[in-house]
């Protein structure tokens, strides 16, 4: 069964960092490229960034561009999600999910995903 | 940006009739790029169709898509109280978005 499981979200005053981390089980991590997609409270989904298969290509929105970093482990079957200089508007469920297309930096469709870590920022 | 639109906001219909979900791109969507989603109250999202019209795996076929361009089409068929649940399309190929969603209720 393919599970992804998400871990490090709470709470953090604007302008601080914090580190999310997903691991997965049930597939061969390495085969598949990943991303972050996240969910504001009641609200639709965005996507945040990608990584392929390999971890040395990556993309970003430009919404996160320049202050998050998104990296993988492929030993570890972990993926991660670095988020510096938060914002208000970074308030969501972060989701990690992986796409059925090795090459991919994001820029795909979606076929499993996790239940995801809230990330709250507020003063 | 390709900027998605989804219609209806809500559709509400009774068990065993049919739904039909539109999501309507700001621009051609190129090689038919575009997924769905569901959605159900505190569950994560599960992808239902990619390529605009083929079904991802273990999906009944209940579940169809179709369309081209700029406009595509969910449909649901003989609807269960199980299907309540809001629904995204997405499209792909370049950075990803998401429509708004449509909330699909059950009478």
């Known amino acids: 069964e393919v599970q992804l499981v998400e871990s490090g979200g709470g709470v953090v005053r604007p302008g601080g960092s914090l580190r999310l981390s997903c691991v997965v089980s049930?597939?061969?991590?390495?085969?598949?490229?990943m991303s972050w997609v996240r969910q504001a409270p009641g609200k639709g989904l965005e996507w945040v960034s990608g990584?392929?298969?390999?971890?040395?290509?990556?993309n970003y929105a430009d919404s996160v561009k320049g202050r998050f970093t998104i990296s993988r482990d492929n030993a570890k079957r972990s993926l991660y999600l670095q988020m510096n200089s938060l914002r208000a508007e970074d308030t969501a469920l972060y989701h990690c999910?992986?796409?059925?297309?090795?090459?991919?930096?994001?820029?795909?469709?979606?076929?499993?995903w996790g239940q995801g870590t809230l990330v709250t920022v507020s003063s | 940006e390709i900027v998605l639109t989804q219609s209806p906001g809500t559709l509400s219909l009774s068990p065993g009739e049919r739904a039909t979900l539109s999501c309507r791109a700001s621009?051609?969507?190129?090689?038919?790029?575009l997924a769905w989603y569901q959605q159900k109250p505190g569950q994560a999202p599960r992808l239902l169709i990619y390529?605009?019209?083929s079904r991802a795996t273990g999906i009944s076929d209940r579940f169809s898509g179709s369309g081209s361009g700029t406009d595509f089409t969910l449909t649901i068929s003989r609807l269960e109280p199980e299907d309540v649940a809001v629904y995204y399309c997405?499209?792909?190929?370049?950075?990803?978005?998401f429509g708004q969603g449509t909330k699909l209720e059950i009478k």
């Open positions: 999910a992986r796409i059925p297309n090795q090459y991919s930096t994001g820029w795909w469709y979606f076929d499993y």
């Open positions: 049930g597939f061969t991590f390495d085969d598949y490229a």
């Open positions: 990584i392929n298969w390999k971890g040395d290509s990556t």
């Open positions: 621009q051609s969507v190129r090689s038919s790029y």
């Open positions: 390529g605009a019209s």
């Open positions: 997405q499209h792909y190929g370049s950075s990803p978005s």
